[in-house]
């Protein structure tokens, strides 16, 4: 069993930054990979951005250039440094732990959750 704990979501102006934080506790983090997803009012959970324990990263083509997803083995975290956030960017933002290995951008994929965190970018 894997709890993931998300932090560090906000309100922040077009243009603006923020860092989300994901701490993860059971289990064995480093042998993880890990992933970003989001879901805005009214539409579906989507990919955003997954490291693998090797450090390999992939991102979802809207977020390529502005989001930065990194991983902390010592502390068991992931975190994602978004900048240069858009309107079309608020969600609320869940960090994922896929324990069997598979390197993918799949939600299905995925064997534990956190609660999520709310991101808002106000025009």
């Known amino acids: 069993q894997v709890q993931l704990v998300e932090s560090g979501g906000g309100l922040v102006q077009t243009g603006g930054s923020l860092r989300l934080s994901c701490a993860a506790s059971?289990?064995?983090?480093?042998?993880?990979?890990m992933g970003w997803f989001r879901q805005a009012p009214g539409k579906e959970r989507e990919f955003v951005a997954l490291?693998?324990?090797?450090?390999?990263?992939r991102y979802a083509d809207s977020v390529k250039g502005r989001f930065t997803i990194s991983r902390d083995n010592a502390k068991n975290t992931v975190a994602l440094q978004m900048n240069n956030l858009k309107p079309e960017d608020t969600a609320v933002y869940y960090c994922?732990?896929?324990?069997?290995?598979?390197?993918?951008?799949?939600?299905?994929?995925?064997?534990?959750w956190g609660q999520g965190t709310q991101v808002t970018v106000s025009s």
């Open positions: 059971g289990g064995t983090f480093s042998s993880y990979n």
């Open positions: 994922a732990v896929n324990v069997r290995g598979s390197f993918s951008n799949m939600a299905q994929n995925y064997d534990y």
């Open positions: 490291i693998s324990w090797t450090t390999r990263s």
